[in-house]
T-cell receptor, first 109, second 116 residues
Framework: EDQVTQSPEALRLQEGESSSLNCSYTVSGLRGLFWYRQDPGKGPEFLFTLYSAGEEKEKERLKATLTKKESFLHITAPKPEDSATYLCAVQARRTALIFGKGTTLSVSS | DTGVSQDPRHKITKRGQNVTFRCDPISEHNRLYWYRQTLGQGPEFLTYFQNEAQLEKSRLLSDRFSAERPKGSFSTLEIQRTEQGDSAMYLC??????????????FGPGTRLTVL
């Protein structure tokens, strides 16, 4: 069965303290891996799509990477406004996205 | 604002009542999806449309749930005889189906349903 696992569940950082979020997946025929950011009470906001192992994408302080078994979301020198839940999702044979439970990031100044 | 919109944003209802939610996708997108999200969980797929055709339904979509997209534009999700377990955030997303490549799904703000 297709599955997505995110770790850690929660992460607390000081402003400027870089770290990484992990998304491991087990799917048959990965067609794409997606990262979203979700603020409390709002819908997920699209961040990145990764298609194949070795691919990397960057946006401001965020960098996403992909291997054959997992993806990392690296956060460099985070700011309090980066606090949110980060969701990882995969698209396999079906059109629907399969989401992990998310990592809730808190950045304090 | 050209993003996905949903209405209402919040709905409180009593157990046994029927509720209907509306989603307006990004105008050029031909695919529309419904997901449900409960506290501490990621969104779970319910169903999706390509234009007006409903192409896939999840096992989560019981007989009390029905979705329509009559003209291939906006969509409605109706829940009949609501139960307390239906309390969740209902999310709509849309994408443009490319022949090649992948289809990023863009989400709306969600409708928060509370069943008393």
């Amino acid at each position: 069965e297709d599955q997505v696992t995110q770790s850690p569940e929660a992460l607390r950082l000081q402003e400027g303290e870089s770290s990484s979020l992990n998304c491991s997946y087990t799917v048959s025929g990965l067609r794409g891996l997606f990262w979203y950011r979700q603020d409390p009470g709002k819908g997920p906001e699209f961040l990145f799509t990764l298609y194949s192992a070795g691919e990397e994408k960057e946006k401001e302080r965020l960098k996403a990477t992909l291997t054959k078994k997992e993806s990392f979301l690296h956060i460099t020198a985070p700011k309090p406004e980066d606090s949110a839940t980060y969701l990882c999702a995969v698209q396999a044979r079906r059109t629907a996205l399969i989401f992990g439970k998310g990592t809730t990031l808190s950045v304090s100044s | 604002d050209t993003g996905v919109s949903q209405d209402p944003r919040h709905k409180i209802t009593k157990r046994g009542q029927n509720v209907t939610f509306r989603c307006d996708p990004i105008s050029e997108h031909n695919r529309l999806y419904w997901y449900r999200q409960t506290l501490g969980q990621g969104p779970e797929f319910l169903t999706y449309f390509q234009n007006e055709a409903q192409l896939e339904k999840s096992r989560l979509l019981s007989d009390r749930f029905s979705a329509e997209r009559p003209k291939g534009s906006f969509s409605t999700l109706e829940i009949q005889r609501t139960e307390q377990g239906d309390s969740a955030m209902y999310l709509c997303a849309s994408s443009y189906n490319r022949v090649r490549g992948y289809n990023e799904q863009f989400f709306g703000p969600g409708t928060r349903l509370t069943v008393l």
